[in-house]
Nanobody, 125 residues
Framework: QVHLVESGGGSVQAGGSLRLSCAAYGFTDSITCMAWFRQAPGKEREGVAILYTDDGSTIYADSVKGRFTISRDNARDTLYLQMNSLQSEDTGMYYC??????????????????WGQGTQVTVSS
């Protein structure tokens, strides 16, 4: 079983940058995709970005396109989310997740098999 641990959250001013990390511990060979989700207080969890582990292809939510970049260091089994031009609307708890099997989406959170504990991002305007 894989265990996910996020880090890198913090407080920044609008326009600033942060890089989140998600270390995966355990057997990671069968993972179809890894993803970042976020949840603001009083709101539902929403998908931010997906990375397919076989070919490195990515999917982004419209709200973060051009500002966020998802990537993975295969040798270190670590997923990253580089966040630039941060806005107050980006504030929330950020979670990484992984999925086995066919197909990954930004919306079907229940299909993801494993979640990290989350890391808080706070953007002040």
């Amino acid at each position: 079983q894989v265990h996910l641990v996020e880090s890198g959250g913090g407080s920044v001013q609008a326009g600033g940058s942060l890089r989140l990390s998600c270390a995966a511990y355990g057997f990671t060979d069968s993972i179809t995709c890894m993803a970042w989700f976020r949840q603001a207080p009083g709101k539902e969890r929403e998908g931010v970005a997906i990375l397919y582990t076989d070919d490195g292809s990515t999917i982004y939510a419209d709200s973060v396109k051009g500002r966020f970049t998802i990537s993975r260091d295969n040798a270190r089994d670590t997923l990253y989310l580089q966040m630039n031009s941060l806005q107050s609307e980006d504030t929330g708890m950020y979670y990484c997740a992984l999925k086995y099997g066919f197909g990954c989406t930004l919306t079907k959170t229940w299909e993801y098999n494993m979640w990290g504990q989350g890391t808080q991002v706070t953007v002040s305007s």
